[in-house]
């Protein structure tokens, strides 16, 4: 690996110690939640999907437990500035929901807590006597009094009732102020640095200089704010909070208080602009003018309730839908638009990849490494035109800077691995996206794999020696990475008549089967020589994969499951080791990491074994059921993590840019991009009885499942437009096409006979062994309280009991050990298709009185084994199914005169 390209939590190594105490998992829930705004003033109660999002969603987050890492950002659509409460100074994790007093309102573009901040600058009010510093003046609120929508944000202080109420546009802010009559209003504007009033004009300007990755020298936030209000007494502050002479000041962390008499409520209208002072002003003007501040809030509601209408669904719970349309409106706010309009409305940008003033749009604030997964698949489902624009952004920082971006924020930063830009613009040439140069487009990211930057923040690192090895030494995840973005522009260059090309990098995105080591059956790293990297450990983490280890990373072959199907011995074997992935225990090692990191945590704290939906590396593996001919099995467990891991107020983990909620979003539609890159989408188990999708400019697509409960999750049968549909995938050009796609629901999968055309498409041919009914075998065996054993796995999914170990003489080919006392296993299955059952076979050792219990019914009232002449007695139970919770839970209990308590060796469940 480059010990120069840093990870995003390798950027934030150093703010362990400073994190303290804060770095200790947040177990306790929010103490009161937020409300949610009301947006019925905007007179469309019928269409009030604002009042189902919940921006809180994600922020009860700190350094070491993630629920999203999110900011309750009010903001429009991809808005230019986003705005939050504000409780803490500094970026990163600025605002705590736990934390019951604001520092202010602050304007913000932080995508993320592990970039931090940029360009920020924060409004507070206060009355009676100045208290500048933000900690000292941090003024306490109830929770019941704090309201907050995509829309606007009000907040009520205890203290002298003082309200800040606020709502945005694109690139400006409406505040309205009320302060308690008889007292001094006062309106504190951190700029840290530079501010300037005209107390005449009633306006306020300044800039804030803190910078983002990458960005040059010249980088300044700009705002124009102005008052209705006269304004009776200005000072600004320096860098130290004390109050200075004169209409200006300039530092790192300087501001001004603006104060009022006599007048209980001030209006402020304020623009930001990455241009100049006098560009905010002709924002404001364009966008809010004289609008009030009703005006402003209802035509920002307006904008989200037909943002999130372009998605309709109904059936399924309030909770699914506050979910849902949560996630939507996340799905909706990065990359922010970085581009503005001039006074004669021509579109301009500043470019933070050359510092320069350039005409067309810019995009910036996404990590593609993360985002390639889901967030502009969605986009390219709903919002087709703004994808089209957001490309050509990218191509503009191409043009202008040498490189597209990978994690633009706001100018060019080197972390995380590929150029997963390939993806994304492959996927939008397949699938004809319009407005974007597909000619420049192309060039951009044949550069890409073709040209080795030779530093860390552009490009491919190690693209020479990827080229000339087949794989880059000691870099899974890039190897894997390189592979499929590859594959991605093998595939546009077919769509643009550029055969060579295709033939060309066709080849090289094969070059993932270098990284397969069959003796051990995962990805592996080499080294330069070839020679595998020693000391394989499974559950290791980093050594060459990021944020994941072998497990999340080995299936990360999306364009090719045929071929690692393959790799791994064929159909049945891959299946295997799918199933296996979710059995294994949720254990980890933090190997080159060094230390755990969340995504260990979150992964660990949930039953889902190695299947780690708290980071990116896994979002494509549920796909791969329907590649082996089981699509009810990515039913199954897409529900169970739609369900289990995803509210209304949390992420299973880091929600970054969008990522985490389109994935639920997708998977709720039953529309799940298995290969970005191809324009096809899996069908999954929509979570919604009916859904109507309506593409800006677009034909509408209704997706219907009239039985879909949370028992009938299973999609036994489709018809798309009144005729059957046999295929586990449906082509983009399709979907655009709109009309009708019916979902039969089931509480069990039904077999259904598939061609090798009905499965999702590959870059390597299918064998004629994946062709068969969709009715598949299912086994998993568990070593009780010891290690995996040939197909044994490690102990998991129980609680209660201790491990023991027995004797020599007792040993079996599920081991030497047992579990003892009383405990039980809840294992994760899905249902078994229709007339069929699951044999439990429990295989308990010598010694223990128990009883056996499976899913509350006894089997075994009393199973006295303590004198027993055998080392071990099995036991056959068949025909369970899984409980209404989609487990088998296997209960034994120390029978009376027990002297050991239970004992259990080994589980061993088969359809």
């Known amino acids: 690996m480059d010990s120069n390209r840093l990870t995003r939590r390798e950027l934030l190594k150093d703010m362990m110690l400073a994190a303290g105490a804060s770095a200790l998992i947040a177990e306790s829930a929010l103490s009161a939640p937020?409300?949610?705004?009301?947006?019925?003033?905007?007179k469309q109660a019928h269409e009030d999907l604002v009042g189902l999002v919940n921006p809180m969603q994600g922020t009860n987050s700190n350094f070491g437990f993630s629920r999203g890492n999110t900011l309750p950002l009010v903001a429009l659509p991809f808005g230019v500035t986003h705005w939050s409460a504000q409780t803490n100074e500094g970026d990163g994790w600025f605002f705590d929901p736990n934390v019951h007093t604001l520092q202010g309102v602050r304007a913000t573009h932080q995508p993320s807590p592990w970039m931090g901040d940029y360009g920020y600058f924060t409004v507070m009010a206060q009355a009676g006597d100045a208290v500048l510093a933000p900690k000292a003046r941090a003024a306490a609120y109830e929770p019941g009094d704090f309201q907050i929508g995509p829309h606007t944000l009000s907040v009520t202080f205890k203290q002298d009732g003082i309200r800040i109420e606020m709502t945005p546009t694109e690139r400006c802010a409406a505040f309205r102020f009320t302060f308690p009559s008889g007292k001094t209003g006062r309106v504190l504007i951190d700029a840290h640095s530079h501010v300037e009033v005209d107390a005449g004009a009633g306006v306020v300007t300044g800039c804030s200089r803190l910078k983002g990755f990458g960005a040059p020298g010249n980088f300044g936030c700009y705002f124009y704010a102005r008052f209705d209000t006269p304004i009776a007494k200005v000072y600004p502050f320096d860098d130290a909070r004390q109050p200075i002479a004169g209409n200006m000041a300039d530092g790192k962390d300087v501001g001004a208080a603006i104060e009022f008499e006599g007048k209980t409520t001030v209006v402020m209208r304020v623009a930001t602009s990455f241009i100049s002072v006098e560009q905010a002003r002709i924002s404001l003007d364009?966008?809010?003018?004289?609008?009030?501040?009703?005006?402003?809030?209802?035509?920002a509601a307006k904008t989200w309730n037909d943002t999130l209408g372009v998605a309709r669904v109904s059936g399924g719970s309030e909770r699914d839908r506050r979910t849902f349309y949560s996630c939507l409106y996340r799905a909706h706010l990065f990359p922010r638009m970085f581009h503005e309009y001039d006074a004669s409305g021509k579109t301009v940008h500043y470019s933070a990849f050359d510092g320069k003033l350039h005409d067309g749009v810019m995009y910036t604030d996404t990590g593609l490494w993360d985002g390639y997964h889901t967030v502009y698949p969605l986009l390219s489902l709903l919002q087709p035109a703004r994808l089209g624009e957001i490309i050509q952004g990218f191509i503009h920082a191409y043009q202008e800077g040498g490189w597209l971006p990978q994690w633009p924020n706001p100018g060019y930063h080197g972390t995380m691995g590929g150029t997963h830009s390939d993806v994304v613009i492959a996927d939008a040439i397949l699938k004809n996206i319009p407005g974007f140069d597909r000619d420049a487009a192309y060039a951009a990211i044949r550069k890409n794999a073709t040209v080795d930057p030779g530093v860390s923040t552009e490009g491919r690192h190690h693209l020479?020696?990827?080229?000339r090895l087949g794989y880059v030494p000691g870099a899974v995840s890039?190897?894997?990475?390189?592979?499929?973005?590859?594959?991605?522009?093998?595939?546009?260059?077919?769509?643009?008549?550029?055969?060579?090309d295709a033939a060309l990098f066709g080849q090289r995105a094969l070059n993932y089967k270098n990284n397969y080591d069959p003796a051990v059956g995962f990805m592996r790293a080499h080294n330069a020589d070839g020679s595998w990297r020693p000391n394989f450990d499974q559950y290791a983490w980093g050594d060459g994969y990021t944020e994941g280890g072998p497990w999340q990373w080995t299936f990360a072959v999306p364009h090719d499951p045929a071929g690692l199907m393959a790799l791994m011995g064929g159909r049945d074997a891959f299946l295997r080791k799918l199933d296996r992935m979710f059995w294994q225990p949720p254990t980890f090692h933090p190997g080159s990491y060094g230390q755990t990191i969340h995504e260990m945590r979150e992964m660990a704290s949930v039953s889902f074994g190695q299947y780690a939906q708290s980071n990116q590396p896994v979002h494509q593996v549920l796909p791969l059921y329907a590649a082996v001919g089981a699509p009810d099995k990515m039913h199954y467990w897409s529900r169970r993590v739609m369900d289990e891991l995803y509210s209304p107020d949390n992420f299973p983990a880091d929600e970054d840019n969008g990522e985490m909620a389109s994935w639920f979003v997708l998977m709720a539609l039953g529309l799940f991009p298995g290969c970005p890159g191809r324009p096809a989408f899996t069908l999954g188990s929509p979570l919604f009885t009916d859904i109507t999708l309506t593409p800006s400019g677009g034909k509408t697509l209704h997706l219907h499942a009239p039985a879909n409960s949370p028992k009938n999750i299973y999609v036994t049968h489709i018809t798309r437009n009144g005729r059957n549909y046999s295929k586990l995938w449906i082509a983009y050009s399709d979907l655009q096409q709109g009309g009708r796609l019916d979902f039969t629901m089931a509480p069990r999968p039904t077999p259904?006979?598939?061609?090798?055309?009905?499965?999702?498409?590959?870059?390597?041919?299918?064998?004629?062994?994946?062709?068969?009914?969709?009715?598949?075998?299912v086994k998993v065996a568990i070593n009780c309280s010891g290690d995996e054993l040939g197909e044994f796995i490690a102990d998991c999914y129980f609680d209660g009991g201790a491990a023991i170990t027995l004797p020599e003489a007792d040993a079996s080919p599920s081991g030497r050990s047992a579990r003892q006392g009383a405990?039980?296993?809840?294992?994760?299955?899905?249902?078994?298709?229709?007339?069929?059952?699951?044999?439990?076979?429990?295989?308990?050792?010598?010694?223990?009185?128990?009883?056996?219990?499976?899913?509350g019914k006894t089997f075994f009232p009393d199973l006295n084994l303590e004198t027993s002449g055998s080392k071990e007695t099995v036991k056959d139970i068949r025909g369970i199914l899984p409980n209404p919770n989609g487990n088998i839970e296997i209960a034994i209990r120390p029978t009376f005169g027990s002297t050991i308590g239970g004992r259990l060796r080994a589980i061993v469940i088969s359809s």
């Open 34 to 42: 937020a409300k949610r705004a009301d947006s019925r003033d905007a």
């Open 286 to 299: 364009r966008e809010i003018g004289s609008l009030s501040f009703d005006a402003v809030r209802e035509a």
């Open 464 to 467: 020479n020696d990827y080229l």
């Open 478 to 500: 890039d190897s894997l990475d390189y592979a499929y973005d590859d594959a991605c522009i093998a595939l546009a260059a077919q769509a643009l008549g550029k055969t060579e």
């Open 752 to 777: 259904r006979a598939l061609s090798v055309s009905d499965l999702p498409e590959s870059q390597s041919p299918y064998d004629a062994n994946a062709a068969r009914e969709t009715s598949v075998s």
């Open 823 to 855: 405990f039980t296993y809840k294992i994760p299955l899905p249902m078994p298709s229709a007339g069929q059952g699951y044999t439990i076979q429990l295989t308990f050792p010598i010694g223990g009185r128990q009883s056996v219990a499976i899913n």
